[in-house]
């Protein structure tokens, strides 16, 4: 049984546990390298270094030592990241093998036709390869505001989609390819847990029942995770035992139980 967390992060919170600057590399420049070019290097890192502002990580939202993010969002996107102490339950959520369902409520520019949304559903050419949508609709805005607003002078539409990959923008990408860029982006919902009921900023922890291959340590194929509640237990390893009673077997030459029928 793995612990499970399911946070809302607000917008403009970087999906990690700090918020490191660039390593410095300078010990390490090779010899070649002049000293003028090394000193006019050191002021440019240290220049970097000194601007660099803190921002907000999942570390200011969830005092839980030993979670990991299962699929990140960007630093601008919202809603629900799902993060686990248990690593086969982390790989079976991330990895884009396993084609777990993702649900995006999106605020875009323009008001997108029934040929822009039939491209999504075709699927559209990314740098990266083809991409479609499973699912896509008109929506209702989500239940809470962004910190900051968003402004935008021209009219906008809300769309709930769905995908079962986790490339890096990848929404943002299929609505910019059909001319309706992202203003908004809030995940609602990542396989069979969703947002619902947990305000930014806010998470909940619960427990799920990874089925796993004892001999490797890593889900069993074709498996899946089961959510803990009162409804639902972990299943038991190997067949049930049946309530049927067995007949005791009979000697050889015994004479039957059973009464003969008349003939």
Known sequence: ???????????????????????????????????????????????????????PTLADFLPIPGVYAAGRLDFDSEGLVVLTDDGAVQARIADPRHKMRKRYVVQVSGLPDTTALARLRSGVTLRDGPARALRIEASEPVGWPRDPPVRHPHPTTWLMLEIDEGRNRQVRRMLAAVGHPVLRLVRTRVGPWQVDGIGPGEFVVT????????????????????????????????????????????????????TPRPS
């Open 1 to 55: 049984m793995a612990r499970l967390v399911l946070l809302n992060k607000p917008y403009g919170v970087l999906c990690q546990f700090t918020d490191r600057p660039a390593v410095d590399d300078r010990a390490s420049a090779p010899p070649s390298v002049s000293s003028r070019q090394r000193r006019l290097q050191d002021a440019a890192d240290d220049s970097v270094n000194n601007a660099h502002v803190p921002r």
């Open 207 to 258: 427990s799920v029942h990874a089925p796993v291959d004892r001999r490797r340590d890593r889900p069993l194929a074709g498996e899946r995770l089961s959510p803990l509640d009162d409804a639902t237990r972990p299943r038991r390893d190997g067949p049930r035992p049946s309530t049927r009673s067995t007949p005791r077997s009979r000697r050889p030459g015994a004479p039957s139980s059973r």
